[in-house]
């Protein structure tokens, strides 16, 4: 049986675009993959914790030597893998913050990229062990930043997602880029007209 993971990040509920659209990617996912499961985890609501000292002394050591604060402290990472680890498909919906990520999502990646678990070091350098994974990711913005044009050097959001994302082995990533939501603020298109072009490259990625 397939199964989805949707991580969501915005906190803006259900004013936000890129969990709108994320909706719309599940209900096409779901019509496609008739009994799959999809799992929810939303990072605005259920914060992960900043990585700490208790957290380094524990992914460094065998889990032998653990102290119950170091096993407290790689619980929520422990989750977080195991639900990453158990999907086949895994749905981002992001906003962009500040040309980057939300600091939530960072505190996602940082649980989950683990040397020894999600990555190991070999003579060849670093293989990641999440094989065999799709990815999905929604990125909403305020600007556009497309291929090829000036402002794509501003976007360090997609090319540092693609990148950790395939340390730990998730190399079948595809975005959907929803850019030019400030067109909607200030009154140049409509929420509606704006969001057309995205809901159908919503259904289309959810059939793939
Ligand atoms: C704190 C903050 C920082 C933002 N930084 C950027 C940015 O760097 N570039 C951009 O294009 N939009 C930026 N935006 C606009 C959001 O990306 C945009 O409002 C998007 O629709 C938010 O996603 P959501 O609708 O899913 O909540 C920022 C918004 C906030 C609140």
């Known amino acids: 049986m397939a199964s989805l993971l949707k991580i969501d990040v915005s906190p803006r509920g259900g004013y936000s675009y890129s969990r709108q659209l994320g909706q719309t ?35 460094f050591t065998p889990p032998d030597q653990h102290s119950d604060e170091s096993k407290a402290a790689l619980k929520v990472s422990n989750e977080i893998i195991a639900e990453v680890q158990a999907a086949d498909h895994i749905l981002i919906t992001t906003p962009m913050y500040n040309f980057q990520i939300p600091a939530v999502l960072k505190a996602w990646i940082d649980h989950l990229v683990r040397v020894g678990v999600t990555v190991n ?14 990815v999905t990711v929604i990125v909403a913005s305020a600007g556009a930043y497309p ?17 950790i994302l395939g340390f730990i082995g998730l190399t079948d990533v595809t975005f959907l880029a929803a850019g030019g939501a400030s067109g909607i603020q200030y009154g140049k298109i409509s929420e509606e007209d704006w969001k057309k072009p995205f809901v159908e490259k919503a259904k289309e990625l959810a059939k793939a």
Request: glycine letters at 12%.
């Open 121 to 134: 070091y070999t003579e060849s350098g670093p293989v990641g062990t999440l094989l065999g994974k799709k």
């Open 25 to 59: 990617f599940v209900e096409g996912w779901q019509a496609a993959h008739a009994g799959g499961t999809v799992v929810e985890r939303d990072l605005a609501k259920n914060q992960p914790t900043f990585l700490d000292l208790p957290w380094i002394a524990g992914a």
């Open 147 to 163: 291929k090829g044009e000036p402002s794509e050097a501003y976007d360090h959001l997609t090319p540092y997602l693609k990148h």
